[in-house]
């Protein structure tokens, strides 16, 4: 009677102990993982930028004419102001790596006239670049919110170039088509919203040479007056962007 008595009790500290444990297993239980938000550049966007810009003019003379003196004469200045304008484009993801296609136009206010350093007394040289358009290929390298960036393609602009005296004036207009490369880093500040700073390189090369006539400012003005130059237009940029991009993030568990 007594061995029975003690295994009875032995069977019910066993499934005490059990059920105790049971109560307290959840008090130890491992805290669910936290969900991380994986970024993700892959997506449509557009934007605003703005910024700087600068110019070289070069004036490039074949010949003796009537707004230089010798053959060989070259003449260059600078020209700098505000460029703004929009983008739009898009980016693919692929581990660490984004490509992308980039379209974007922008105003400029580039317009100066100086002295010219041949008739300083009569002459003056006018460069006006209005606006610059640029299709781009990118490649970046995606590190979470950070993207740092390429870019290279095509450019265009519309370039107005004047020599003009107390009588007459030589003034050409070309739609250019040239190149550009440059750089940037974006931050992506949320899911939508991309902050970013890039600078530019534009080369339109050398335009409007060979023999061109001068026009009449005057009644009395010499007729038949001819100038054969050239000439070459490169810019820089600086520029602030901010873009929306269509959707958001992937989320993970960890």
């Given at each position: 009677m007594k061995k029975i008595a003690l295994a009875a009790a032995a069977v019910s500290m066993m499934f005490t102990?059990?059920?105790?444990?049971?109560?307290?297993?959840?008090?130890?239980?491992?805290?669910?993982?936290?969900v991380v938000a994986v970024w993700n550049w892959t997506g449509f966007y557009i934007g605003a930028h703005a910024g700087w810009t600068e110019s070289e003019s070069r004036?490039?003379?074949a010949t003796a004419g009537h707004y230089n003196l010798?053959?060989?004469?070259?003449?260059?200045?600078?020209?700098?102001?505000?460029?703004?304008g929009g983008h739009a484009g898009y980016n693919w993801q692929t581990g660490q790596f984004v490509l992308g296609i980039e379209g974007s136009i922008s105003y400029t206010d580039l317009?100066?006239?100086?002295?010219?350093?041949?008739f300083p007394a009569s002459d003056t040289f006018r460069t006006r670049q209005e606006w610059i358009a640029t299709v781009t290929p990118r490649l970046g390298i995606a590190s979470?919110?950070?993207?740092?960036?390429?870019?290279?393609?095509?450019?265009?602009?519309?370039?107005?170039?004047?020599?003009?005296?107390?009588?007459?004036?030589?003034q050409r207009n070309d739609t250019?088509?040239?190149?550009?490369?440059?750089?940037?880093?974006?931050?992506?500040?949320?899911?939508?919203?991309?902050?970013?700073?890039?600078?530019?390189?534009?080369?339109?090369?050398?335009?409007?040479?060979?023999?061109s006539q001068s026009a009449l400012l005057a009644t009395n003005a010499p007729a038949g007056v001819f100038s054969n130059h050239s000439t070459y237009v490169d810019n820089w940029s600086v520029l602030g962007r901010v873009s929306y991009?269509?959707?958001?993030?992937l989320v993970a568990r960890y």
């Open positions: 102990g059990a059920a105790s444990a049971a109560d307290m297993a959840p008090r130890y239980a491992k805290a669910p993982p936290p004036y490039d003379f010798v053959a060989g004469d070259s003449f260059r200045y600078n020209t700098s102001g505000f460029m703004g317009n100066r006239t100086v002295i010219s350093p041949y979470g919110q950070w993207l740092f960036y390429v870019k290279g393609g095509v450019a265009f602009s519309e370039i107005n170039t004047r020599i003009q005296d107390n009588f007459d004036y030589n250019r088509v040239g190149w550009t490369v440059g750089g940037g880093v974006e931050w992506m500040a949320t899911q939508n919203w991309i902050l970013g700073v890039e600078g530019n390189y534009y080369d339109f090369g050398r335009c409007c040479g060979g023999l991009k269509f959707g958001g993030p």
